[in-house]
């Protein structure tokens, strides 16, 4: 109950921005000493939930233009599919993992009014390369196909850089994104743990996060539209993310003869 209590505040948090919080997810389950092999699955499914109700909702105030995002998800569904689908080392799960949630961490702790774009001319020679958007999805969407993190969080620094639109579009897209990669990821992750009998496990313990974030979810999105302080929230999530990070990365360098 206390795991799905922390659940449905980091599915109600993440909601109010139009992410998912796989990142959070990740972080309180490898606290909870959770199998590994399992920690993307469920953090996908949360997510799915989530930001199915950010994507209506932004939809529905006309912030998703399909035509738009169509380049960034292209190749990163099928991406998606792979990273869930392919079987990795424990120890590169926790490196990859650690990585992602320390620059997880490290994004949500910078303010959001010094985000630093690029020169026009920069946005504009960037802008005349139709392979950007592609690669930069097909990467994003492999990381959350084997992490579980829907890659929102590391997209939306990219779209702000750009000035690719106004917050309101660029947090729709980000929604839309996760949406469609952790769909693509979890399937990949559900042909990968049903052949190895973890699939029943995964659902029989952790099916009480799920009306947790669905419930978290639906709040978040409809605060969302009003005005609310989070900043305290979210930095404090932050540094729960980092500290797991740091966690994940030392035990990383330890496994590795790093240290």
Not at 29 to 40: A, F, G, H, Q, S
Not at 89 to 105: K, Q, R, Y
Not at 224 to 230: D, K, V
Request: charged share 10%; aromatic share 10%.
């Amino acid at each position: 109950m206390v795991l799905a209590f922390l659940f449905f505040m980091t599915a109600l948090l993440y909601a109010c921005v139009g992410f998912g919080g796989g990142s959070t997810y990740n972080a309180l389950l490898v606290l909870n000493e959770t199998e590994y092999r399992i920690i993307p699955f469920i953090a996908l499914t949360c997510n799915i939930i989530v930001v199915s109700g950010g994507v209506w909702h932004f939809s529905r105030h006309k912030h998703i233009k399909i035509e738009q995002i169509l380049p960034w998800i292209i190749l990163s569904v099928p991406a998606a599919w792979l990273g869930g689908y392919i079987k990795v080392p424990e120890v590169v799960f926790i490196g990859v993992l650690g990585s992602a949630l320390l620059l997880s961490g490290i994004k949500m702790l910078w303010p959001e009014n010094e985000v630093i774009s690029l020169p026009s001319q920069n946005r504009r020679a960037l802008a005349g390369l139709p392979l950007i958007p592609p690669v930069v999805g097909a990467s994003l969407g492999f990381l959350a196909g084997m992490t579980g993190i829907g890659g929102g969080i590391f997209l939306a620094p990219v779209l702000h850089l750009l000035r690719w639109s106004d917050p309101k579009n660029i947090a729709g897209t980000c929604s839309l994104f996760i949406l469609v990669n952790s769909l693509a990821g979890l399937v990949g992750q559900m042909m990968k743990l049903d052949t190895s009998g973890l699939l029943q496990s995964a659902v029989s313990s952790y099916w009480i996060v799920l009306p947790a974030v669905f419930i978290g979810g639906q709040i978040g999105s409809w605060m969302g539209a009003s005005r609310i302080n989070i900043h305290v929230i979210r930095k404090i999530t932050a540094i729960l993310i980092l500290y797991v990070s740091i966690r994940l990365l030392w035990r990383f360098f330890i496994t590795i003869g790093f240290i």
